[in-house]
Structures are given as C-alpha cells and as structure tokens.
C-alpha cells in the first residue's frame, strides 16, 4: 500500500519550497531521487524538506535512502493490525533524527533484536517489552560530550538521559512505533 496523494503531494510542495536549501549538491541529490519509486522518492523528499541543513552536507544520500528503505518496509509490513496514520508515521516512526544525536544505520540491528519480543503482541504491550529491552541494555551515566548515536549507546552500554532517551526512541521506531523525545 503507497502513501495517499495528498500526502504525496503535500510532502513535494514543501520540497520545492526549500529545495534551494540543498545547496550545490542539491541538483545530485534530485537526480538520484529520479531513480528511486514513488514511495521511496515521498519519503527522500520529506527528509530533505524537514532536516537540518548540516545533515545535508554532513551525510550521503545513501545514508537517507537506507532509512527511506527500512521505513517503508515498516510501513509495509507492519507489525501491527492497524496501520498507523500517515502524518503520524512520517513524523514518528519514519523520520531518522531524533535530536541532535550523531546519525547512523542501528534500526535494522534494533528491530532484529525485538522482533520476538514484540510479534503477536499489541502496539502498548510491544512498548512495554522494547522499554525492557532498552533497561537491559543502557544504563545512565553522565558525560558532557555531544549526543552520540544509539549504535554508540548501544555498544557502550551507558549514556546520559537524552542519550537513553535517543536511544529508546530509535528502538520503538524500528519496530514500527511512534515516538518522539520530549524534554520536562
């Protein structure tokens, strides 16, 4: 199942207003673009229209057209009855940042990691299980140094609180549940 047109054609519009922000490698990056499927190119638009302009020149497109790939088979095949509304996917379960954490491929890892946990169970009972998974996984300690990506958090095995909370997010999202970091 695609996106809905007025979807489609609500994420383009806002593309081609802030396409001059992609800079000199913008006129790459929509040629790339080209080659990809309807559902793919409306999720790479919605990308390039909302990320943050250092995200553009920091990473490649390869790296986006990987999170474009997971999310759509998320979207796909989702482990859920329902399907989540479109708006709320984009924004919850598909978008790639969290804050302003170091960017990297962990949600294949993550969903590998609870597919069992959360199959068969239903959308708050798999929240619960993935918020267990996470407290094994990642214990707090404090550091002053920038937002690391849940990978790295992963791998160490400690992380401060908007490290945890990164790290949570991406978890629930690469199991196709929305959320997002809210600060108090």
Request: net charge negative; glycine share 6%; hydrophobic share 35%.
């Amino acid at each position: 199942m695609s996106f809905s047109q007025a979807l489609r054609d609500t994420v383009h519009r806002k593309f081609m207003e802030t396409r001059a922000t992609l800079g000199h490698g913008g006129e790459g990056i929509c040629e790339r673009m080209r080659d990809c499927g309807e559902d793919e190119r409306t999720v790479l638009e919605f990308f390039y229209s909302t990320m943050p302009a250092s995200d553009i020149g920091d990473y490649d497109f390869s790296l986006y057209q990987k999170f474009a790939r997971f999310g759509l088979s998320a979207w796909e095949n989702p482990f859920w009855e329902s399907r989540i509304p479109e708006d709320i996917f984009l924004n919850y379960v598909l978008s790639y940042r969290i804050n302003n954490e170091a960017i990297a491929d962990c949600r294949p890892l993550f969903r590998k990691e609870l597919s069992e946990r959360v199959r068969g169970k239903s959308m708050n009972e798999a929240a619960l299980k993935v918020n267990i998974w996470c407290a094994e996984h990642v214990t707090y300690q404090a550091t002053d140094d920038r937002t690391v990506s849940p990978l790295t958090v992963m791998k160490s095995s400690y992380g401060r609180c908007g490290e945890e909370s990164t790290f949570a997010v991406t978890a629930l999202r690469s199991v196709g549940i929305p959320a997002r970091q809210i600060y108090a």
